[in-house]
């Protein structure tokens, strides 16, 4: 079995439950760390979103609230998580409940060892398909973002270029906002000015790099209404 030491965390009101599944197993000897349990849902809640464990087993029939409805409460806010239902009843709406709110199999007592580990076996490969399915997820996300990011750099580059060539104008691009974009790349706004003849004569003369760069600074910090924003000069 895969030595990762995931941790679980077992939520039962019964004290001899808890401490019968903790002697049941070595657990490290299996790679798993065996949480302090904890005794109804409310105690469970806190104790997923802090300690954010790997596999939950929780009992179906507990005071102030149950099994089904601490699986419902966190299985969609805890993706990460796997939810095992363990119920004394082999009541088929008790374990249809558990399912459908988000268990990925359950355990009826009295509980065995073999039984045991086989639904821990089964958490465990769940648990690797959702890592596995998260970076596929995020690698699709990327390789799109930079594919689309290349894609847009040479179509506004190519129109940034031909528009000012076609217009004979030269800075007057910069304040007339000849050619803007506002593009979403990670929630922020890109603004792009093409000012390819800055450094050129003007009518008070030529200008140097760095009256050439506070002009730009000047020119978009009074285009651009956010409060905080980057501003970045391409001499090429």
Known sequence: MDQKNYSVLVVDDEVWVCENLRGMLDWREHGFVFLEPALNGQDAIERIGKEKPDIVISDINMPLMSGTELIEKCAEKY????????????????????????????????????????????????????????????????????TSMRALDREYSAYLKSATENTGRGYEVLTGRLAEYELEFSGFALILFYVPRLFGKTSAGAFNAEQAAGFIRDGIGREVTAANHFVFHNIN
């Open 79 to 146: 993706p990460s998580t796997v939810f095992i239902a363990l119920s004394g009843y082999s009541d088929y709406n008790f374990v249809r409940s558990s399912l459908v709110g988000g268990a990925v199999d359950y355990i009826l007592k009295p509980i065995g060892k073999t039984q045991l580990l086989a639904v821990l076996g089964k958490a465990i490969s769940q648990l690797a398909d959702r890592t596995a399915q998260a970076k596929n997820k995020r690698d699709a996300i990327e390789m799109r973002r930079q």
